[in-house]
């Protein structure tokens, strides 16, 4: 008898112990956890574009006139963008330039634009300020065009900041230009 008593008293023990469903609630919390975390990033990845980048876009110049009432004395020396004006472009392989009319209503001419090839991929600033001023004078005497001091440059977008600042600065120190007008939208 008493074997059959401690078999029951183990028997007992164990359904007690077996019935125990404390254990079910942070096994429910973790698994409902874990769930949403594999949903999120799933609708993450679906809902991401297929690439990153930098969104391109175009801020145009636009002329703001200022009071000069205050600057009484002081004379203020404006440039004008006129047909005739120097034009840069900076494209990957080489520089081409012209005037204003050439890349805007004689786009498809090609007597009136000039190359200088890059070397070894890096731009040549020497041989296109020494093309830019044989160009300038031939045009000065030919078509008696002067030149105004500005020039607009236009890199295109895969151009990489640091080239397209040492370009201006070589533009600069020449003598044929003061200001250079930073352009885009050139593809």
Do not use: C
């Not at 080239?163 to 939208?185: N, P």
Request: proline content about 4%; aromatic content about 6%.
């Amino acid at each position: 008898m008493t074997a059959s008593m401690t078999l029951q008293s183990k028997i007992s023990k164990t359904k007690k112990r077996l019935s125990d469903t404390s254990w079910y609630l942070p096994i429910i919390i973790l698994a409902s956890i874990g769930l949403m975390v594999t949903l999120s990033f799933l609708l993450r990845a679906t809902s991401m574009a297929g690439k990153y980048g930098i969104v391109t876009s175009e801020i145009p110049l636009v002329s703001v006139p200022f009071d000069q009432s205050s600057e009484v004395g002081n004379t203020i020396n404006t440039l004008t963008v006129e047909t005739t004006t120097p034009v840069i472009v900076l494209t990957k392989n080489r520089f081409i330039f012209g005037d204003l009319d050439a890349f805007t209503t004689n786009i498809d001419s090609l007597r009136n634009k000039f190359s200088v090839s890059h070397v070894d991929g890096a731009p040549d600033l020497l041989n296109l300020i020494k093309d830019i001023e044989k160009w300038l004078f031939g045009r000065a005497s030919r078509s008696n065009i002067s030149s105004q001091g500005l020039g607009i440059l236009i890199p295109q977008g895969e151009i990489p900041t640091p080239i397209v600042i040492q370009t201006i600065q070589s533009l600069k120190a020449s003598k044929h230009f003061e200001k250079i007008v930073l352009g885009s939208g050139f593809q």
